[in-house]
């Protein structure tokens, strides 16, 4: 019922940048989290950044400042945008989403894109 789609993933050289997009769409009242993780082959999935429908943001630690998440409420569409790219952020970048989809129970579920590819690499 909720979707999905994600896009912006690719090949790029160590240095560059990518902006990865991801629009929600199907049946639900509000999306409140939304967020990007990502998972490299053989390791577990782990959050890159996530911000709440009030703006509030977090990141993790490791990415140092060079990526910035965004979201357009209007749009239902988070962003997150890369820089600076090194070899290391080579991994499977999956979009999530925290929906309510009653209006009256505030139960929320979490909802997944397909993942994006990113790879980092000359």
């Known amino acids: 019922q909720v979707h999905l789609v994600e896009s912006g993933g690719g090949l790029v050289q160590p240095g560059g940048s990518l902006r990865l997009s991801c629009a929600v769409s199907?049946?639900?009242?509000?999306?409140?989290?939304m967020g990007w993780y990502r998972q490299a082959p053989g390791k577990e999935r782990e959050l890159v950044a996530s911000i709440t429908g009030g703006g509030r943001i977090n990141y993790a630690h490791s990415l140092k400042g060079r990526f910035t998440i965004s979201r357009d409420n209007a749009e239902n569409t988070v962003y997150l945008q890369m820089n600076s790219l090194i070899p290391e952020d080579t991994a499977v970048y999956y979009c999530?989403?925290?929906?309510?989809?009653?209006?009256?129970?505030?139960?929320?579920?979490?909802?997944w894109g397909q993942g994006t590819q990113v790879t980092v690499s000359s």
């Open positions: 199907g049946r639900f009242f509000s999306i409140n989290v």
């Open positions: 999530n989403a925290r929906a309510q989809i009653g209006t009256i129970s505030r139960l929320e579920y979490d909802y």
